[in-house]
Each structure stands twice: as structure tokens, then as C-alpha cells.
């Protein structure tokens, strides 16, 4: 058996750290490229410059078109090569994270992330997602190393609205729930390198499960109010750091399937985020592999709690037909997919079937 674990150089995370941030940037040269969209450019993301480029540093400002798309990193890429940078910082969500790892993985120049959101664990993978220019699913782009540098600062997460909070909390609710399923299973993780779990991988899936229940309602109430205390902390770093770290070192299974299945079908489902789809595709997951009633009803109540899917009426598919969640559950499971890693053969028709039972079950239980 070969284990791995694979994790950012540097992760770094306290109260207004853009302020002080040159510091952690400095070992990587002098210039470099600076890329947000227009919203976060206003935000925080001038501020930023301003601060760089008045500690020495010489930082080219990037305007991200807002698609992670192979004709954006193209264009990116040909501005980051003239100006001779010697590091990408991403200021931003995911998809601006995206972009800017593939810049750099493909300029093999030093990769900084600065995520504005806690909603969801693209800043520590060493992974992006790709999109065409119309906003459809492209691919899944693997790299050689995770992020150099992330810096997060917490007073710009709880500056955002709470829901994106809440989104990258539903998201790191399935990483151990996930990740255990791929230890009984024995399975290979999401690393590109074909290896199973190491105890610190899932010691971290662990701990992120253990920090959830532990302390997001209070960050939950800390967020909506724009305030920092030492329970956001723990769930920023959950969402950011463990979540990333320990979906990618521990392996995905069912809960994330369900996620790409629900591409089957479109219309209003996708107005719910990732991490909402996920949400329910943990109940799923925890479903499939015949957990306790307890142990559902823990999760079960936990995300409803936050607003979270625990329902078809949830996901917008209250008056999906048969054939419609037939598909889904196609889609669940096809060749590839990570339900694979569950450790037992997965049909279809236990997807539909699960899908209906978790249904069923939050309906009854909140009555
Ligand atoms: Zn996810």
C-alpha cells in the first residue's frame, strides 16, 4: 500500500492579515501579478494593491473576466509572462483561485492565494476546475503541487454575506463523512497519484467534522454580524484548510457524486450552490452506507439548522418525474465517478432509491 498526503507550503490566517501581508509574500520576489474581478477589486482588492506596491513590491493589477475558462487562463497567462512575474496572487472566490493556479502551475511561478470566501476549499488543492466561456463544466485540471501560499483573512470572510459561510460549511460537512466511507472502502484519494490515506489526511477529515459541530452555530451568528471571534476562526479554517486538505489527502465518495449527477437535469436546482447540493448529497452518502439514526439525524438536523437541502422540495425537484431522478442517479453513478469509492457495487437504483429515502426521512422527522 502507498499512501500520500499533500497539503499548501504555507498557510497563514488571522484578522485583517491583508494588512501585513508583504511579509508573507516577499520570499517570492518582488513582482508579480494581482488578480481579482471588478466586485472584489472594490471591495478590498485596491486597498491590497495600494498596500503592496507602498511596501516595495511591484504588483501588476489583473481584472478577472470571471470564467475559469482555458481562453481566460490563456489571456492571464500572456500578461503574467510579459511583465516577467515572478508570483500570481489570487484575490477572490473560487473560480478566480481556479484560474489563477492553472496560470501559475503553467508559468511554474510561485501560486498565492488570497480567498475572500470561506465557500468552499478550492484555496489549499492543488486542483482546479474548468468552465467554458458560456459557464458549462469543461474538466478538472490536476497539478504537480498545491498552492505555495494562503493567506486568509478573516476580517474580509466575515465582511461577506453569511450564506457563502454556510455554503463552505455544507461543503466540509461531507469531508469525513466522505472520507470515512473511502477508508472502510480501502480506496485511492483525490490525489492525482494514486494512493491511499494517511492518518494525518484523515485525522484532519476528522477534525473538520469535529470543528463543525463544535462551533458553527456560534460562527454562523458571528458572520451575519460581520464579527471575528476564535469560533469563526475555527470554521474558516474548517472550511479553507481541512476541508481542502483532507477531501483531497482522504479521498470523496458518494456525497460528491450526487453533486455532478444533479447535471442531469436543469432548471432551478442550479440556482442552489455547491455546497447546498452537497449538503443533501451527504444525507445521501450517510444513507447509502446505512448509518444510524443517530448518526443521520446529527447531520440531518445540523443542516437544517443552517437552511440547508434536506429535501426535494429543497433542491427544487418536488415535481422531478421518476425518469427525471432516474437520471440523476445515472449520472451518479457512471464510470469514474467517486460513489465507486464506497467499497460495495452502487447501481443506479440504489441512488434513486437512496434520493427518496433521505427525502422521506427529513419529511417525516420535521413532520
Ligand atoms: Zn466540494
Known amino acids: 500500500m502507498t499512501t500520500a498526503f499533500a497539503s499548501p507550503s504555507t498557510y497563514v490566517q488571522g484578522k485583517?492579515?491583508?494588512?501585513?501581508?508583504?511579509?508573507?509574500?516577499?520570499?517570492?520576489?518582488?513582482?508579480?501579478?494581482?488578480?481579482?474581478?471588478?466586485?472584489?477589486?472594490?471591495?478590498?482588492?485596491?486597498?491590497?494593491?495600494?498596500?503592496?506596491?507602498?511596501?516595495?513590491?511591484?504588483?501588476?493589477?489583473?481584472?478577472?473576466?470571471?470564467?475559469?475558462?482555458?481562453?481566460?487562463?490563456?489571456?492571464?497567462?500572456?500578461?503574467?509572462?510579459?511583465?516577467?512575474?515572478?508570483?500570481?496572487i489570487s484575490l477572490g472566490g473560487g473560480k478566480t483561485n481556479d484560474t489563477t493556479k492553472?496560470?501559475?502551475?503553467?508559468?511554474?511561478?510561485?501560486?498565492?492565494?488570497?480567498?475572500?470566501?470561506?465557500?468552499?476549499?478550492?484555496?489549499?488543492?492543488?486542483?482546479?476546475?474548468l468552465y467554458s466561456e458560456d459557464g458549462s463544466f469543461l474538466k478538472y485540471l490536476f497539478y504537480d503541487k498545491n498552492p505555495d501560499l494562503?493567506?486568509?483573512?478573516?476580517?474580509?470572510?466575515a465582511g461577506a454575506p453569511v450564506k457563502f459561510l454556510i455554503d463552505g460549511i455544507a461543503d466540509a460537512l461531507s469531508t469525513n463523512v466522505e472520507a470515512q466511507s473511502v477508508r472502510r472502502a480501502r480506496e485511492t484519494t483525490l490525489l492525482p497519484l494514486q494512493t491511499q490515506q494517511t492518518e494525518a489526511g484523515?485525522?484532519?477529515?476528522?477534525r473538520c467534522e469535529a470543528l463543525l459541530f463544535h462551533y458553527a452555530d456560534q460562527a454562523v451568528a458571528a458572520a451575519g454580524d460581520h464579527t471575528v471571534t476564535p469560533a469563526l476562526d475555527h470554521i474558516v479554517e474548517a472550511n479553507t484548510l481541512l476541508s481542502g486538505v483532507g477531501a483531497e489527502s482522504s479521498g470523496l465518495a458518494a456525497a460528491h457524486s450526487f453533486q455532478n449527477g444533479l447535471t442531469a437535469l436543469s432548471g432551478?436546482?442550479?440556482?442552489?450552490?455547491?455546497?447546498?447540493?452537497?449538503?443533501?448529497?451527504?444525507?445521501?452518502?450517510?444513507?447509502?452506507?446505512?448509518?444510524?439514526?443517530?448518526?443521520?439525524v446529527r447531520f440531518l438536523t445540523f443542516e437544517h439548522r443552517f437552511g440547508l437541502p434536506t429535501t426535494l422540495k429543497d433542491l427544487h425537484l418536488e415535481n422531478a418525474s421518476e425518469d427525471d431522478l432516474r437520471k440523476?442517479?445515472?449520472?451518479?453513478?457512471?464510470?469514474?465517478?467517486?460513489?465507486?469509492?464506497?467499497g460495495f457495487k452502487v447501481t443506479a437504483d440504489d441512488v434513486l432509491e437512496g434520493i427518496k429515502a433521505v427525502d422521506a426521512f427529513s419529511r417525516s422527522y420535521f413532520g
Open 328 to 342: 440523476v442517479a445515472e449520472l451518479t453513478t457512471q464510470d469514474g465517478e467517486t460513489i465507486h469509492n464506497m
Open 102 to 129: 492553472a496560470v501559475g502551475d503553467q508559468l511554474k511561478i510561485p501560486i498565492i492565494i488570497t480567498p475572500t470566501l470561506a465557500s468552499n476549499d478550492s484555496p489549499c488543492t492543488r486542483l482546479s476546475v
Open 16 to 88: 485583517d492579515l491583508l494588512k501585513t501581508a508583504s511579509k508573507y509574500i516577499k520570499p517570492f520576489g518582488d513582482h508579480g501579478i494581482l488578480l481579482t474581478d471588478d466586485i472584489v477589486w472594490g471591495l478590498v482588492g485596491q486597498r491590497f494593491y495600494d498596500y503592496l506596491t507602498k511596501g516595495g513590491l511591484k504588483i501588476e493589477h489583473v481584472q478577472f473576466g470571471g470564467e475559469s475558462s482555458p481562453e481566460e487562463i490563456d489571456r492571464i497567462k500572456e500578461i503574467a509572462a510579459k511583465s516577467d512575474a515572478q508570483f500570481v
Open 150 to 157: 494562503v493567506l486568509v483573512d478573516t476580517s474580509v470572510i
Open 202 to 206: 484523515l485525522a484532519l477529515a476528522e
Open 268 to 296: 432551478d436546482v442550479h440556482k442552489l450552490s455547491h455546497g447546498q447540493k452537497v449538503a443533501f448529497g451527504t444525507l445521501l452518502n450517510l444513507v447509502l452506507e446505512g448509518a444510524s439514526d443517530e448518526r443521520l
